[in-house]
């Protein structure tokens, strides 16, 4: 008899903002024989926390594993298996995370425990379907993100009449450095997520971290690009705004913005030199000593005489 268990798992970053868990692994397992309490729970409709586990407790358990698979990029899984019995116990998700979305962070295994729960399986064909979905709160999905030494940002780019804008390239700055710490495309509805970690902020040495700070996070501004072309830039000052300041492990911060060609700085500068260069060589014309024939002329009033 099969069995076909299906679900998503995503992340809030935060109140309407929410993260597929991209490429992490999710494991099922086979019910202990001697079920704990907080197995009976499950049965009250009562899901357990999201909680760290240790490699201790991932490997006590192998013996149980039942079937495992990874989640595709919207974070999409389809976890299947043969069984001979119709399953009526609680069975046990763990996940596992081996890097964060975006590739960003420490390079290394995080396990969690999702819940134990008694799925409601539904016959078809040959056997049983049933279906699963988890969102991790925003707080703990915070919480991950630093303990990897990771940031998440996202948000909307909207003009300032409100509508909101697609296809435009996002760079972020960290201000304490003047460093491109990320950079993304807005998606069909303005909506942008960008990923960095700790070795993204700094430019070739650590900078001093400014006391008080929590996050250790940069102090964010934007550049926005269309077709290469910069159409919209802050100023470092920007960075100072409260909620640019020490960015959390998840953040939103929208971007409101009117687009306009601006001359890019070296294009300034080869203006500056040239008119400089001009100026000078007009000086350098003017200052020439007169010639014998100019000066005969100026003195005597009357033009210079000429050989016949």
Not at 132 to 155: C, F, L, M, N, T
Not at 156 to 164: C, D, L, S, W
């Amino acid at each position: 008899m099969s069995y076909l268990l299906i679900g998503n798992i995503s992340a809030l970053i935060c109140d309407d903002c929410i993260e597929p868990l991209a490429n992490a692994r999710i494991r099922i397992y086979l019910p202990e024989n001697n079920p704990r309490e907080e197995h009976l729970t499950v049965v009250k409709g009562i899901f357990n926390q999201l909680r760290p586990l240790s490699a201790r407790e991932v490997l006590s358990k192998a013996d149980r594993l039942l079937a495992e698979t990874t989640l595709d990029e919207r974070g999409n899984f389809r976890l299947r298996w043969e069984q001979a019995h119709l399953f009526t116990e609680a069975l046990e998700l763990d996940l596992c995370l081996d890097q964060m979305p975006g590739k960003t962070g420490n390079l290394q295994s995080r396990n969690y425990h999702l819940s134990f729960m008694v799925p409601h399986w539904k016959k078809h064909m040959a056997g049983y379907v049933a279906a699963y979905a988890y969102v991790i709160p925003e707080d703990i999905w915070a919480e991950i993100y630093r303990s990897a030494g990771a940031w998440v940002v996202a948000g909307t780019v909207r003009h300032t009449t409100g509508v909101a804008q697609p296809g435009l390239r996002i760079a972020a700055f960290n201000a304490l450095t003047g460093k491109k710490i990320a950079e993304v495309t807005s998606n069909p509805f303005g909506r942008y997520i960008m990923h960095f970690s700790r070795r993204d902020l700094y430019a070739g040495r650590l900078q001093l971290v400014k006391e008080g700070r929590r996050n250790m996070g940069p102090d964010i501004y934007f550049k926005i690009y269309k077709d290469e072309q910069l159409v919209w830039e802050e100023d470092e000052i920007h960075a100072l705004a409260p909620d640019r300041q020490d960015i959390g492990p998840c953040a939103r911060l929208d971007i409101v913005f009117k687009p306009g060609i601006i001359v890019r700085a070296t294009r300034q500068i080869a203006i500056w030199l040239n008119a400089v260069k001009a100026f000078g060589e007009a000086r350098k014309e003017k200052s020439k000593p007169l010639s014998a024939t100019v000066h005969h002329k100026m003195v005597s009033g009357r033009a210079p005489l000429t050989e016949k």
